[in-house]
T-cell receptor, first 114, second 116 residues
């Protein structure tokens, strides 16, 4: 079954710790994305990658880092520099970049930092 | 700066009636618009889209209308079904800010509840 998996579903961390969120896709998509959703707000783009070994900052990249060593994997690290890390994080992928390519989303990871 | 706005946080509709979800945008560089649907504990799924060269796009029970002069789009669901109960996000893309990437800018979402 093709799709996007994000693990874990819920993640709890202490303030000051870095944490890495996993995103894997078996759709053979070139492009992958990380979004953040906060209550009452839409999805905001953190980072995106158009191809392996390449990625660009989105609107709210500060305090986050990513890597794209494999086509199917795009992990997101929430660093201690991120001031408000508690949020719902969504990973997505698409065949290519651009609005005409439908983005497929994973189920999300809810991160709580205390 | 919220470039895409969904001013109604929630909407409640009776089964069989029409649901109308609204979305406004401020950036005139947006030229492609999408609607996504999201169930609890799941990621959003693509529903329907429209290019700025059109003013209407229909797919089964779902129709999206675009009014470029008013910078407004709406999603009509007819007839509404209980299974349509979800959060609906509108999103916009285009050469905003000079990028050709086509980044999606999302609205805040509207919670639709369809009562049996």
């Amino acid at each position: 079954d093709g799709g996007i998996t994000q693990s874990p579903k819920y993640l709890f961390r202490k303030e000051g710790q870095n944490v890495t969120l996993s995103c894997e896709q078996n759709l053979n998509h070139d492009a992958m994305y990380w979004y953040r959703q906060d209550p009452g707000q839409g999805l905001r783009l953190i980072y995106y990658s158009q191809i392996v070994n390449d990625f660009q900052k989105g609107d709210i990249a500060e305090g986050y880092s990513v890597s794209r060593e494999k086509k199917e994997s795009f992990p997101l690290t929430v660093t201690s520099a991120q001031k408000n890390p508690t949020a719902f994080y969504l990973c997505a992928s698409s065949i290519g970049t651009g609005p005409l390519y439908e983005q497929y989303f994973g189920p999300g990871t809810r991160l709580t930092v205390t | 700066d919220q470039q895409v706005k969904q001013n109604s946080p929630s909407l409640s509709v009776q089964e069989g009636r029409i649901s109308i979800l609204n979305c406004d945008y401020t950036n005139s560089m947006f030229d492609y618009f999408l609607w996504y649907k999201k169930y609890p504990a799941e990621g959003p799924t693509f529903l329907i889209s429209i290019s700025s060269i059109k003013d209407k796009n229909e797919d089964g029970r779902f129709t999206v209308f675009l009014n470029k002069s008013a910078k407004h789009l709406s999603l009509h669901i007819v007839p509404s079904q209980p299974g349509d109960s979800a959060v609906y996000f509108c999103a916009a893309s285009g050469r905003a800010g000079g990028t050709s990437y086509g980044k999606l800018t999302f609205g805040q979402g509207t919670i639709l509840t369809v009562h049996p």
